[in-house]
């Protein structure tokens, strides 16, 4: 049933997607570690605290200053060997890529989780339950109602809601947080029905279905300030998208052909634009796990976003680099599945030749 | 002029568009009967309303719609009365079908070809989706392309085979009338030749009424009965096609067959001079006019009328009206 070629097709397009993962993860390597910068600084913090150690230690208050530093040249040579970091920065990039790319994130350098591990890995998995919860249930929402809302605004070209929508687009450019901290003010300061953020009432129900009834009324406040935020856009981009693709010739000969409106929209308009709708989708959902920096901060809300941005001002290379060592993972796959599913569903794309 | 046996009869459609420049007079005054197995052709210039006349016929227009009244009676009723959902359950494909300018992007890229042209079969008489698919075959098959073809994807189709599709998609649900809007104009001359063909053929054996509209009147004369000539969104002339081809009335027909080049006489072909007007500030009076040849100062105040100057054979011009 698979088609000839098709493997070699994949291969190829595997081996080029995992190049530029390579590529990818070790410029993000790269920055995360300063060039090297943040070694220096983890050096000399480790040589500073042995010195102290040293000083304040009274079994070593009788030796002499040089004896003192001989035993914390040794200590600080040790604490190199044991930590790997007497190899230059360049050889030890190469290490921390091979890691990365084989989801062996490492121990963080500052960071902990609320378990109170300091393995990346934990530390990530703790975050990313919440993150998918909030973000990607509210992306996958605005992506159909845009979607749906934008073939119904098609539909009515030129009337008063279309040109309503046309003129409240821009307004778009304002980000979810500000009409977040608008609705804290109506819903939490003002009318005291919806909580001003965190994830659960406290203390916590101890019901798991009032725990997660909970959580929902929590999530209420963000996921409306993204969908308000996102809705005139979304609305006219994907109106200006179906106009375009219904003034195609095959759909006005369906229309001559006497289809019903719902199913010219759905089989002439919609389908052959599929393949872009899934590309938007999937992408959108990948953008989901990644969190929301500021939304995160407006809502206290315990995700990837807060969690990158601390790690970042740390800073904390491990938990960066694993953040977008995962991320990159991801893509890699939805790309690489993406041009598998084209194939299917777009008859003119045989990827793997005829 | 309106006859009992007549299959279709057009009275005074109109038919203008809003555009941000002001209202384009696209179609005024358009009437015409035709009687089942006519073939009439319908023929002028670019941009003249040739194509308009057939989307308003099957009621298929742009979005930006201004006017658009007048009578269609098809088979002794005003189709212009009923709304959108009467009209597309009974009259588009059911009555009137048509083959679309560009059949090279009248097939949706993701569907087979065969089930694209048993649709009509599906939506209309509600047939099973094989039954459908059979029948689409057997016609495409009627059409000289294998019936294999059918479950090809467009883009696997050569334009020519494209074409032939478009017609089978046209006569799958047997309807009376069938619009050819340019169905050759794409097309190389040799398929356009086995094209209006198969288009002689399939109009004999399905006793086809045909409204074929074209700039070529070569093409016109291989097919039409009669012929309707149309200037800058009116029509100029309506005659048989006998007459039309060997003594035109109007001044711009006259133009028009003067400038076919042809192969067994010596004439050289002429041009009208000029450019057709602009629709949304015609010329007034004649909209022909300022490129008339014989035009007087009546011809630019007082617009003529449709002047009968013999057997079912009409002029606008006041070369032929009652005032000369």
């Known amino acids: 049933m698979i088609p000839k070629g098709f493997l070699k097709f994949v291969a190829k397009r595997t081996v080029l997607l995992l190049i530029s993962l390579v590529i990818a993860v070790y410029i993000s390597i790269l920055l995360a570690n300063f060039g090297g910068l943040i070694d220096e600084m983890v050096k000399a913090d480790l040589l500073m605290s042995i010195t102290m150690n040293v000083r304040n230690n009274p079994a070593y208050q009788g030796l002499t200053a040089s004896e003192r ?12 060997e044991a930590r790997g970091l007497n190899t230059p920065f360049l050889v030890r990039s190469l290490y921390h890529l091979k890691n990365a790319l084989t989801m062996d994130l490492g121990t963080a350098l500052y960071l902990t989780s609320d378990s109170g591990s300091k393995q990346v890995r934990l530390i990530i998995l703790e975050r990313l339950p919440q993150t998918v919860m909030l973000f990607t249930t509210v992306t996958v929402i605005n992506f159909f109602l845009n979607l749906l809302g934008g073939l119904f605004i098609a539909r009515k070209y030129g009337s008063k809601i279309d040109r309503a929508i046309a003129a409240l687009a821009p307004t778009s450019v304002i980000p979810g947080w500000v ?125 990837l976003g807060r969690l990158l941005a601390a790690a970042l001002s740390y800073p904390d290379p491990p938990v960066i680099v694993g953040e977008v060592a995962i991320y990159a993972w991801l893509l890699t796959i939805t790309v690489l599945t993406l041009d598998v599913i084209y194939a299917f569903l777009d008859p003119r794309v045989k990827v793997w030749g005829g | 002029m309106s006859s009992s046996k007549s299959v279709l009869s057009v009275r005074d459609l109109k038919l203008y568009y809003r555009t941000r420049k002001g209202v384009v007079k ?52 005003n ?42 079969l599906i939506i209309h008489d509600h047939l099973e989706k094989k039954e459908a698919l059979k029948r689409a075959r057997q016609l495409i ?88 000539v149309i200037y800058a969104g009116k029509m100029v002339e309506l005659s048989s096609a006998d ?54 100062e009546k011809c630019s105040s007082e617009e003529p009328a449709m002047f009968q100057v013999g057997k079912d054979h009409l002029v606008r011009c006041w070369l032929y009206g009652d005032g000369k």
């Not at chain 1, 530093?69 to 190199?80: E, K, N, V």
């Not at chain 2, 009923?82 to 097939?107: C, H, P, T, Y």
């Open chain 2, 79 to 120: 189709v212009m009365e009923l709304n959108e959902e009467d009209f597309r359950r009974e009259i588009r494909w059911r009555k009137i079908s048509i083959v679309f300018q560009g059949a090279m992007n009248s097939f949706n890229p993701v569907y087979k070809v065969g089930y694209q042209v048993a649709e009509p």
């Open chain 1, 179 to 303: 009409y977040g901290i608008f609705l804290i003010l109506i819903f939490y300061t003002w009318l005291h029905v919806l909580p001003p953020g965190g994830l659960v009432d406290y203390p916590p129900p101890k019901d798991p279905a009032l725990y997660f009834l909970s959580v929902l009324k929590h999530m209420i406040l963000p996921m409306l300030s993204w969908i308000i935020a996102g809705l005139f856009l979304g609305l006219y981009s994907n109106r200006t998208f179906f106009l375009i693709f219904s003034t195609e010739d095959y759909v006005e000969v369906a229309r001559a052909k006497g289809l019903p409106p719902r199913q010219v929209d759905m089989g002439y308009v919609m389908r052959p634009t599929l393949p872009s709708i899934i590309t938007g989708l999937s992408l959108a959902i990948i953008g989901s796990w990644g969190g929301a920096i500021i939304t995160e901060t407006v809502f206290d809300w315990p995700g």
């Open chain 1, 69 to 80: 530093q001989r035993i914390i040249d040794s200590m600080y040579q040790a604490a190199l």
């Open chain 2, 243 to 296: 007459i039309f081809y060997t003594q035109p009335k109007h001044p711009y027909s006259k133009g028009l067959l003067a400038s076919v080049p042809t192969l067994s006489t010596d004439r050289r072909p002429e041009f009208i001079t000029g450019v057709p007007p602009s629709l949304i500030d015609p010329p007034s009076g004649c909209r022909f006019h300022p490129r008339c040849r014989f035009a007087w």
């Open chain 2, 26 to 77: 696209a179609l005024e005054e358009i009437s015409f009967d035709l009687e089942k197995e006519d073939t009439l052709a319908v023929v002028g210039e670019s941009g003249c309303g040739k194509s308009t006349l057939a989307r308003a016929l099957v009621r298929v227009l742009p979005r930006n719609i201004h006017t658009y009244e007048g009578k269609v009676i098809l088979e002794g009723r």
């Open chain 2, 141 to 228: 098959e009627l059409m000289g392309m294998p019936g294999v073809f059918a479950d090809r994807y467009p883009f696997e189709l050569s334009g020519g085979m494209k074409q032939r599709a478009a017609i089978a998609m046209a006569l799958i649900t047997n309807p009376e009338i069938v619009i050819l809007d340019e169905p050759t104009s794409a097309l190389d001359v040799l398929t356009q030749a086995n094209i209006i063909n198969l288009l002689k053929k399939i109009k004999n054996e399905f006793k086809l009424t045909y409204i074929f509209i074209t700039h070529d009147l070569g093409l016109a004369s291989e097919l039409a009965n009669r012929v309707a």
